[in-house]
């Protein structure tokens, strides 16, 4: 399995610009689109994660709306696997099944497509979960709850950014293996 060394890890995580008080104060946003327009750290977080995943049996990457639909397609492209959206209800335009979540002050959703995971042709196909970055895990958590729910198996999820101090993991870790590129403490 692939290691990234501590300088390509603080390359990447200097890709990552840092907007203080957005999307409200207090909350320090971390934005991936300055790691995608770097070329070189879009290529050393692909290239790193190529490594890690081209000898493991993956049949379907899913990313999570709407970021995760970067990383997760990029991904699936250079594996020549499967990508499949995860997305917010009433998205995606055939039937779907979902999985509902808390959120501090409610409930919301993803959807998948109810025949996703079928074109692999396995009773099981495996699944890699992908996000740009796992906060509380609300979402990602049920990600892979649907991923299980509709007949696959989530092999992994991984996350380019874990905001450790939330310690979104660790529910995702009762169903999954964890993976994350940088953490930050």
Known sequence: MSHLSEADKTYLS????EIEDFPKPGIKFKDITTLLGDAKAFHLLMDHLVERYENREIDYIA????????????????LRTRFVPIR???????TTISEKY?????????????DAFT??????????LI???IATGGTATAAVN???KAGAECIEACFVINLTFLQGDLD????TSVYSVLEVF
Request: hydrophobic share 40%.
């Open 14 to 17: 200097n890709s990552i610009r």
């Open 63 to 78: 990313g999570i709306e709407s970021r995760g639909f970067i990383f997760g397609s990029a991904l699936a492209a250079r």
């Open 88 to 94: 917010k209800p009433g998205k995606l335009p055939y």
């Open 102 to 114: 808390s959120l501090k002050y409610g409930v919301d959703a993803v959807s998948i497509h109810i």
């Open 119 to 128: 074109g692999a042709g396995k009773a099981k196909p495996k699944v890699l």
């Open 131 to 133: 996000d740009d970055l």
């Open 146 to 148: 649907l991923i299980n």
């Open 172 to 175: 995702i870790k009762k169903t």
